[in-house]
């Protein structure tokens, strides 16, 4: 019902920075809670970033805000994530995610749909 698309992964070195672009299609964007996490292996999906409906409130991990901005243009029905000042402990495949229901926005099981992943690699 609903596609995402990750994309901008890649690699940069400590301190540089990155935009990743997640798009949306199969239904209204504007209904969607938009979320983005990571993974690292051997470890859990962790929380970074979401953004609720409208735009209006965003949330961050302690770990990145500061650093990490999300946005939204339902108009183009893309979700952006830019992340300065990058560190070696980012390094991580990052996920989209969206949810079209009330949503708690650092459980990913309240997510209901998932991008494949786009893979950030940070070196020292």
Known sequence: QVQLVESGGGLVQAGGS??????????????????WFRQAPGK???????????GGNTYY???????????????????WLQMNSLKPEDTAVHYCAASG????FRVPADYE???????????S
């Open 101 to 104: 229901r009330q949503f708690r």
């Open 44 to 54: 859990e999906r962790e929380f970074v970033a979401a953004i609720t409906w409208s």
């Open 61 to 79: 991990a302690d770990s990145v805000k500061g650093r990490f901005t999300i946005s939204r243009d339902n108009a183009k029905n893309t979700v």
């Open 18 to 35: 990155l935009r990743l672009s997640c798009a949306a299609s199969g239904r209204t964007f504007s209904t969607l809670g938009m979320g």
């Open 113 to 123: 749909y998932w991008g494949q992943g786009t893979q950030v690699t940070v070196s």
